[in-house]
């Protein structure tokens, strides 16, 4: 296993970087806690947020598992090398699943004890803040490694999934403050 | 070739593949053999010519020969068992092919630095120095390559860590003319110096009659004719002897 973990230090997923990945949920946490605590209630978003976590999982894997344009995966490639990439795949999919069911469950616990309300611009702020803390946690988490997995279909997809969780939550981030300064 | 081990063993030079077997597996878990009772033998300072129509299994027998891949058979290299020791095989085994084993979205810069390194004795600066002379920027992406540009890429690559053989896949396909030329005779340097071989499959059979010692005939997953080109060449005793007359013949 010392060369896999080598190659895993190369590749960016050094203990450093797993620190900072948790550095990053936790600031998510505790803005999640503010607003929850400053208004005393958290929005259904919860829901939204454990769907695109969800989804997050589901495109991780579809990059991990299956490349439909013929490039050769991470993994794939590693079989040609004197380093057991079967192990390295197993190490970046294991964290890549832990952090993300980590983030889902720390939202629904909070979602479902801190109640429930209708209240569109909280829902804009966790929402933005998910989306932007859980795509630095994987980008500071796993550097290249996760960069590598994503085919060209789940970086397409991702790219969806970025622009709902941030181009929508911005839109109506801005009308709420537009409403609210005027 | 053999050199006397520690203990005096006497240990053959060179790869060995002995009943070697690849099949693959349907979802009703029928098998298909792809290559079946696959014998040969590489010794250090030859090029091995490996020919055969369409879907003969040449590319199938290289790929899972080089990730060690198979259902049956015994692969060693100096000795050492790809069963027991793959990675310690892998670390002198280097292969040229398409689509390159490289990261597509780093730069040929990146893939040293990362796949590179993982060779024991990787240079950096001898595979850019390589690639230079073959005309790439280290900077350059491999996912922007041409085809040509990427056999290119994995020839510097090799070059970076030297293994001991090189197993090359239709490397000159893409190549043009006058890179073709020099690509030959970098392979033919290659082997010079008798610690090194080479196993070159290709369509392009004049590549082969000008630089193979040995050459080796697939045919339906199973090796036809496996020997060296003179004694072919003195066996078949014909004037007009190719290897693309020789594969016409056979196949």
């Keep these: 296993m010392a060369r896999e973990k080598e190659l895993f230090q190369r590749l960016g997923i050094?203990?450093?970087?797993?620190?900072?990945?948790?550095?990053?949920?936790g600031i998510y946490i505790l803005i999640f806690l503010i607003a929850a605590v400053w208004k005393k209630s958290i929005q259904v978003e919860g829901l939204l947020n454990t769907g695109v976590v969800i989804m997050a999982i589901s495109l991780n894997y579809m990059a991990c598992i299956k490349n439909q344009n013929g490039e050769l995966e991470f993994s794939e490639i590693l079989k040609y090398y004197p380093v057991d990439g079967t192990n390295v795949y197993k190490m970046i999919r294991g964290i890549i699943v832990k952090f993300t069911l980590v983030h889902w469950c720390v939202s629904l616990i909070m979602v479902y004890v801190l109640g429930k309300t209708e209240q569109?611009?909280?829902?804009?702020?966790?929402v933005l803040l998910t989306g932007f803390f859980t795509n630095l946690g994987y980008w500071i988490g796993y550097g290249r490694a996760v960069k590598e997995e994503r085919g060209r279909d789940a970086s397409f997809s991702t790219s969806i999934v970025v622009c709902f969780m941030f181009a929508y939550?911005?839109?109506?981030?801005?009308?709420?403050?537009?409403?609210?300064?005027? | 070739m053999s050199e006397n081990t520690l203990d005096g063993a006497c240990v053959e030079?060179?790869?060995?593949?002995?009943?070697?077997?690849?099949?693959?597996?349907?979802v009703f878990g029928d098998e298909k053999f792809a290559v079946k009772n696959?014998?040969?033998q590489m010794k250090p300072g030859y090029i091995y010519g490996l020919v055969g129509r369409n879907g003969a299994g040449k590319t199938t027998l290289?790929?899972?020969?080089?990730?060690?891949?198979y259902m049956k058979g015994h692969v060693s290299l100096n000795g050492v068992s790809m069963e027991d020791s793959s990675l310690q095989v892998k670390e002198n085994l280097g292969i040229i092919s398409y689509p390159a084993k490289l990261l597509q979205k780093e730069s040929l810069q990146a893939n040293g630095e990362f796949l590179g390194a993982i060779y024991a004795n990787w240079n950096q600066q001898e595979y850019e120095k390589k690639l230079k002379e073959f005309g790439l920027e280290k900077k350059q992406m491999v996912k922007n390559l041409s085809k040509g540009e990427i056999m290119k890429a994995q020839m510097a690559f090799i070059w970076g860590y030297k293994p001991q053989i090189i197993i090359a896949d239709e490397p000159t396909s893409g190549l043009d003319p006058k890179f073709r030329k020099i690509f030959i005779q970098t392979l033919q340097e290659y082997v010079e110096d008798g610690e090194h071989s080479v196993l070159f499959s290709t369509h392009i059979t004049e590549d082969l009659d000008q630089v193979a010692d040995y050459l080796m005939v697939l045919h339906e997953g199973k090796i036809l004719c496996n020997g060296s080109l003179e004694e072919l060449r003195d066996y078949y005793n014909e004037d007009n002897f190719s290897v693309s007359w020789l594969l016409r013949k056979l196949t």
Excluded at chain 1, 120 to 126: A, F, G, K, M, S
Aim: glycine share 6%.
């Design chain 2, 13 to 26: 030079k060179g790869l060995k593949v002995e009943d070697f077997q690849f099949a693959y597996t349907s």
């Design chain 1, 120 to 126: 569109i611009l909280y829902t804009t702020v966790v």
């Design chain 1, 14 to 25: 050094t203990k450093t970087r797993r620190i900072a990945a948790c550095i990053a949920e």
């Design chain 1, 169 to 182: 939550p911005v839109l109506i981030f801005g009308i709420a403050a537009c409403r609210a300064l005027l």
């Design chain 2, 38 to 40: 696959i014998n040969f």
């Design chain 2, 62 to 69: 290289i790929e899972s020969l080089i990730k060690g891949e």
